[in-house]
């Protein structure tokens, strides 16, 4: 589905974003591991399917970065066919109680970020007539809030409506710009909480279980590759059915 053509992931370095790597590297393409911890993007890339594969340390809240980024890319043959913008953190608080750096942190990796690297990488795309898909992660909290997560909620429905609105700017240019809203994931911090909490969760989802990481990774190859190729400004849930 994605032979030869070269895909960048942020956050590829651990969860969701090494599935997503994983599973776009076993459907052929070549993947740029980008994350903040340049022993993780390693291990990442030594997991792969294939061997066309390199790690490349960023912060993809720093411009100085997002550029350093793009001078290696420019090294490449070809340009990106795909970006899948993963990188997040979360610093959950209250809103009473939520700090200025706690808010502006979460924001300048969650939606700053997405901005500056699908800038950088759709004016590749257009440069070198490369069509492209970019492929977004937000959540479900960024449709339906969740408490002590103001500032995630916050990015997460910026991250919406910057990929319908970069959608519309770029379906002329052959790029296309779709998002997708995982809900309750089994991850190391899921699996950590307390049982009462997680049941709490899990009873919230019409489908009654946590999904897994692979499931957000197999929508996002859908929307990464030609089989979606009439697809663009869309918000693709991945939820067993939470938000509906």
């Known amino acids: 589905m994605l032979s030869s053509k070269l895909a960048i992931v942020t ?5 969701i974003g090494q599935e997503i790597c ?9 993947l740029i591991v980008a994350d903040l911890k340049k022993s993780a993007a390693e291990n990442t890339a030594k997991l792969l399917t294939g061997s066309a594969h390199t790690a ?34 979360t610093k959950d608080s209250t809103l009473l109680k939520m700090s200025q750096e706690q808010w502006e942190d979460v924001m300048n990796v969650n939606l700053n970020s997405i901005f ?14 490369t069509p492209l898909s970019i492929v977004n992660v937000s959540s479900i ?12 909620a916050a990015t997460k429905a910026g991250v919406i409506g910057f990929t319908k609105s970069a959608a519309r700017e770029l379906a002329t240019k052959n790029v296309r710009v779709n998002a997708v809203l995982p809900g309750f994931i089994r ?8 049982p009462k909490v997680l049941e709490s ?11 897994e990481p692979e499931e957000i990774a197999n929508a996002v190859l859908f929307l990464a590759s030609d089989t979606s190729s009439y697809v663009t400004g869309t918000t693709l849930e991945v939820t067993g059915g939470l938000g509906m």
């Open 22 to 30: 994983k599973k776009l590297a076993a459907s052929g393409a070549n």
């Open 56 to 89: 490349f340390e960023i912060d993809v809240s720093k411009l100085n970065d997002v550029n350093r980024l793009k001078e290696f890319i420019q090294n490449w043959k070809t340009s990106p066919s795909v970006l899948v913008n993963c990188a997040g953190i």
């Open 201 to 211: 969760m899990v009873s919230m989802v019409p489908q009654r279980r946590l999904g």
């Open 141 to 152: 909290v960024g449709k339906i809030g969740n408490f002590g997560q103001t500032n995630y």
């Open 187 to 194: 991850t190391p911090m899921t699996e950590a909480m307390p």
């Open 11 to 15: 956050g590829g370095g651990s969860g």
């Open 116 to 129: 500056m690297m699908s800038q950088m990488v759709a004016r590749e795309s257009v440069k070198s007539k």
